[in-house]
């Protein structure tokens, strides 16, 4: 168990500078991992309120949804929450995780790798996809990469939100959190691809609707901030 990142941030603080030395906790290529070679698929969907055809509409529902994305809102913070310095870009931002399992906290280290945003071609469809990625680093209780993007059809103005992720169970020192990732990880993660879809919606309903967004960062000092600090 570890401390809680807002009540010690001095702590964390340095926690969070030790992940700079740290290596990513696999090697990434170019094609996707398969079930074959040992890691689990996940594949998460969410349809977004629809815009109309052609690019994105300022402040329509892929620009709220893409901002929502960016800044980590997405994420329940019953099960996670995140600790960056706040003048970090994103691309190449290292993150302190704070994961919330059996009522306790542990805190994991994450890299964001590629952030995009770009018109792409599938199936004969053209869409506008803003995202980014995220990659476990070294001392993680897994190892893999999460794709978090948005995506518009610009032929029928459908949005929806997507998360793409390629894990298994790192080498876990102490046995019984090894047993307990093994026996609850995959119920956890589910959960967590879950909520996210179900949260990044209605964070997106209530925007549209003009209603103000919720103070979702805690400036915690020392240049940190923790996302999302409220549900």
Do not use: N
């Amino acid at each position: 168990m570890t401390r809680d990142l807002v009540a010690h941030p001095h702590e964390a603080g340095r926690e969070l500078d030790g992940l700079r030395s740290r290596g990513l906790h696999f090697s990434p290529t170019r094609r996707r991992p398969s079930p074959e070679e040992g890691w689990r698929i996940d594949d998460y969907r969410q349809v977004l309120p629809p815009e109309e055809p052609g690019e994105p509409e300022a402040w329509g529902s892929w620009d709220v949804a893409r901002r929502i994305l960016r800044d980590y809102d997405f994420v329940d913070p019953s099960l996670a929450r995140t600790l960056y310095r706040s003048g970090d870009r994103l691309e190449g931002r290292d993150m302190l995780l704070e994961l919330r399992l059996w009522g306790l906290r542990f805190h994991a280290g994450v890299r964001v790798g590629k952030v995009s945003d770009a018109t792409l071609t599938e199936e004969g469809r053209r869409a506008r996809v803003g995202g980014w990625d995220c990659r476990t680093l070294e001392g993680h209780f897994e190892a893999g990469q999460m794709d978090y993007e948005v995506r518009k059809w610009l032929d029928t103005g459908e949005v929806e939100f997507r998360i793409y992720a390629f894990s298994r169970v790192a080498p876990i020192p102490d046995p019984v959190l090894r047993l307990g990732f093994h026996l609850l990880g995959q119920r956890r993660q589910t959960k967590f691809g879950r909520r996210a879809c179900e949260r990044t919606r209605w964070l997106t309903i209530e925007e549209l609707r003009g209603e103000e967004p919720r103070a979702r960062t805690r400036e915690v000092g020392e240049g940190l901030v923790v996302r999302p600090a409220a549900s």
